[in-house]
């Protein structure tokens, strides 16, 4: 089956509540990462990458720089006459719509006038790079009603309600638990789930008029029995943004060469939002070792293990180490910043030393002053 007959829907609000201090002001998929990306360029990408044509983009609010990014969706591809990209913000009070179930409620009727046969539903805190092209064989291949992308491992900390997977030898789930006492390593979903599209909005229907509101413990859990549900096991890189935590370590894994070449497939490119720019300059007595700097930076000082996003400066004599610094934040000379985190347009004044620990990072917001 070919990746158009697939409607891609993307949920760009989810658990925003984890990481707050980025998310006050914009949506979890508009997370700037990796020094020139959005949270949202990852799973907006993997659907491009295996041929879905149309997606929409589900939005709740805060999404001003979320639009902004992505526009009419030409990076990926998706500026076209039929299908393509759509945004689609809350249909009524913002209020009103708290959950998944709701969300989709309240899009309906765009998921009623479409015309693809299977539905794929992500989360937009997810960063992988993963061809669901093989996750709509699996899907046909077992006649499958349900398919939730999984990985096996030691369940990350803090995420909101994990969905834990029993499977059978074949795949097919036995059994779902919604955030389990568990030490091990299991099966858990990484927010990513294929099904029908008329069966999406049966299902959907049968909660809201039975006053159900929870996707995981009313639409899934209480399915499992009359649904073939089955688990696609994703053994490549991935990882869940959420907690300040998990976002820094992210950018840091960044650094390792094997988390690259997975993340930055060059035959699955992950596509972003241009933004012409001059080279990264380095001033005489400059040292960078073990980072990432993006074009238009200015480093005359010190830069160690950080990702530098674009137009940052770093002045003469700044130390920069275990950082991530947002675009076109200021490092004025003489400072010396470890295990710290600055949202966009921060200026840190000459001479400050900021000190955090890797367990818990140092959050300076956006526009601020020290």
Same mark, same amino acid.
Request: hydrophobic residues 35%; aromatic residues 8%; proline residues 4%.
């Given at each position: ?39 949202? =360029? ?9 041929? #879905? ?7 709740? +609010? ?60 992500? *989360? ?6 993963? =061809?669901? +092209?093989?996750?709509? +064989? ?6 499958? *009603? ?28 036995? &059994? ?16 990513? !789930? ?10 959907? &229907? ?11 413990? &009313? ?20 990882? !869940? ?35 012409? *720019? ?52 200021? #490092? ?10 600055? &949202?966009? *347009? ?25």
């Amino acid at each position: 089956m070919r990746g158009n007959n697939v409607l891609g829907l993307i949920f760009s609000n989810t658990h925003e509540e984890k990481l707050r201090d980025l998310t006050e002001i914009r949506t979890m998929g508009s997370v700037p990462f990796g020094g020139r990306y959005r949270l949202i =360029d990852f799973p907006l990408s993997n659907m491009v990458n295996s041929g #879905i044509s149309k997606v929409g983009v589900v939005t709740k +609010s805060n999404y001003q720089s979320l639009m902004d990014h992505l526009g009419s969706g030409k990076a990926w591809d998706l500026s076209r006459k039929r299908e393509g990209l759509y945004i689609l913000p809350p249909f009524g009070d913002t209020r009103l719509v708290n959950n998944r179930v709701e969300s989709l409620a309240s899009i309906k009727r765009f998921l009623t006038n479409s015309k693809e046969d299977l539905v794929l539903i992500t *989360d937009s805190d997810v960063v992988c790079n993963i =061809d669901y +092209s093989d996750v709509v +064989s699996s899907h046909i291949g077992k006649n499958s *009603d349900v398919t939730l992308v999984c990985r096996f491992g030691p369940l990350p900390r803090k995420l909101v309600e994990p969905l834990v997977l029993t499977t059978d030898p074949d795949g097919r789930v036995i &059994d779902l638990l919604i955030d389990p006492r568990t030490d091990g390593e299991c099966c858990y979903g990484i927010g990513m !789930i294929l099904l029908r599209r008329e069966l999406l909005i049966r299902l959907v &229907d049968d909660c809201v008029s039975r006053n159900l509101y929870s996707f995981k413990r &009313d639409l899934l859990q209480r399915n499992l029995s009359s649904l073939r549900m089955y688990s696609y096991e994703f053994s490549g890189y991935a990882r !869940i943004i959420s907690s300040p935590v998990s976002y820094f370590a992210a950018n840091m894994e960044l650094m390792q060469p094997n988390v690259r070449a997975q993340l930055f497939n060059p035959n699955r490119p992950v596509y972003t939002k241009v933004r012409d *720019d001059m080279p990264a300059r380095y001033g005489l007595g400059s040292e960078v070792s073990n980072s990432l700097v993006a074009d238009g930076c200015v480093i005359d000082g010190e830069v160690r293990n950080s990702v530098l996003f674009r137009g940052v400066r770093v002045g003469k004599g700044a130390v920069v180490e275990n950082c991530v610094v947002l675009q076109d934040g200021q #490092i004025r000379p003489g400072c010396k910043m470890k295990y710290v985190i600055t &949202d966009k *347009d921060v200026l840190i004044q000459s001479d400050r030393s900021l000190l955090g620990f890797e367990s818990y990072p140092i959050f300076i917001s956006k526009g601020s002053v020290v």
